[in-house]
């Protein structure tokens, strides 16, 4: 049985591997993280977090010094193993399940039977019977009923993590009945939200049902955005007097969309069934446009600025407040704009990150700027996150530069 005097392994210490596994050591479990990257691994031994998110250092800290949480880059020997790899799709919007595979064959060769085995990547209808076949193909001498196997998503929001990781209602997917209770009485050392039960391929779909419902409705508002540009209305106002409806909530347009959920999950379902997934389908379409359209607005700035004008980009991570750059839109503008407009001296601002990305290093007109540095400077300024220090930009610091704002905040 397991219970909160099991050790549990959490493979991968990313954006959700890492807080579940502070979570559960700071509750006294005993936990161990394994990584691929010694890098991470190190960090997390001395108690230091490898990227931002709120309340994650102090919790960190804490499971570190009091010894319930240790990190190693091998796969340990654990009563309960959590799989959170990433789960990315290939060129033709395919899951990739290298990394989930990769982390049940370093699981398979250490089992000895009753382990639970929990994937917590966002992940395809099957993955989970695909993770736990793979795992009985590499040990023959286990039966399918020597494991508990479930898939429980996370469904926790960047920069609320530490929060909502323990407030939220949580899916649980059992192969089994008993691997779902047995997932259940594991997080239930922690979660104080309501646990709901079912089947892995159901925990599976809701969570891609979850962020397509998000992704079809962020869809709606970006095209609104361009339709409303096209007839020379303000989308901003358009949204919130259409918002006062009482049966309307329209969600604000971006830039596009980004992050390892809403950018990536709606493939998966698409790839599922893609005779059937037409909406689906459409609204990521939609939403990877977007970023084009804006590097249209971009570029017809910068032609009525001159030669050689100077563009500030507002923000590089996917959304507010966080460093997280995975699938964001903000960052594919930048790369674009680097590589179409090499006359121009385009200064990013992101104040989350010490550095330029890889994806922008090699560009000679690109360089990472200081907020005030690039408002001076600009000829064009761009906002494509709304982080609160931009919000606190008063529109008196603007000067006389043209303003594209994809996100509303200095309407």
């Given at each position: 049985m397991i219970s909160k005097s099991s050790t549990v392994a959490v493979i991968g210490l990313g954006y959700i591997g890492l807080p579940t596994a502070a979570i559960l050591a700071d509750h006294g479990v005993t936990t161990i993280g394994m990584d691929v990257s010694e890098r991470n691994v190190s960090a997390v031994n001395k108690g230091e977090v490898p990227f931002v998110e709120p309340g994650l250092r102090e919790v960190l800290e804490r499971a570190v010094n009091t010894g319930t949480l240790t990190a190693t880059t091998e796969t340990p020997v654990a009563d309960a193993y959590i799989v959170a790899v990433p789960t990315p799709f290939t060129?033709?919007?395919?899951?990739?399940?290298?990394?989930?595979?990769?982390?049940?064959?370093?699981?398979?060769?250490?089992?000895?039977?009753?382990?639970?085995?929990?994937?917590?990547?966002?992940?395809?209808?099957?993955?989970?019977?695909?993770?736990?076949?793979?795992?009985?193909?590499?040990r023959p001498d286990l039966a399918t009923e020597d494991l508990l196997v479930a898939h429980c998503p996370e469904r926790v929001l960047p920069g609320k993590i530490?929060?909502?990781?323990?407030?939220?209602?949580?899916?649980?997917?059992?192969?089994?009945?008993?691997a779902a209770e047995a997932a259940r009485d594991l997080y239930s050392a922690f979660c104080k939200g309501e646990f709901l039960l079912t089947d892995a391929r159901t925990a599976e779909m809701a969570k891609l049902t979850e962020n397509s419902f998000r992704d079809v409705n962020i869809a709606f508002a970006n095209e609104l955005s361009i339709i409303s540009d096209r007839l020379g209305i303000n989308v901003w106002e358009l949204i919130e007097l259409a918002n006062h409806h009482p049966r309307v909530n329209i969600l604000q347009p971006g830039p596009g969309v980004g992050g390892h959920c809403i950018a990536v999950d709606p493939w998966f379902i698409v790839d599922a069934a893609p005779e059937q997934a037409n909406l689906i389908r459409t609204a990521r379409q939609t939403n990877d446009a977007k970023p084009e359209w804006v590097l249209g607005r971009i570029e017809q700035a910068m032609e009525a600025a001159g030669d050689s004008p100077t563009v500030a980009l507002l923000g590089l991570a996917f959304k507010a407040n966080i460093d997280d750059l995975r699938e964001s839109p903000s960052l594919r503008i930048a790369q674009k704009l680097a590589a179409r407009a090499p006359q121009a001296k385009i200064l990013a601002v992101e104040p989350h990150v010490d550095e330029l990305p890889p994806a922008l290093r090699d560009f000679s007109n690109l360089s990472l700027s200081a907020l005030d540095q690039a408002l001076e400077t600009a000829d064009v300024i761009v906002l494509l996150v709304d982080h609160d220090v931009f919000k606190a930009v008063p529109s008196t610091q603007l000067g006389d530069a043209t303003i594209i704002d994809t996100r509303g905040i200095w309407r």
């Open positions: 060129d033709t919007h395919s899951a990739d399940l290298s990394y989930i595979e990769a982390a049940a064959d370093g699981i398979a060769a250490k089992l000895t039977g009753g382990e639970l085995i929990i994937l917590e990547s966002t992940s395809p209808p099957g993955a989970t019977e695909h993770m736990a076949a793979r795992i009985l193909a590499a530490m929060e909502e990781m323990i407030t939220n209602d949580r899916i649980i997917g059992g192969l089994t009945r008993e």
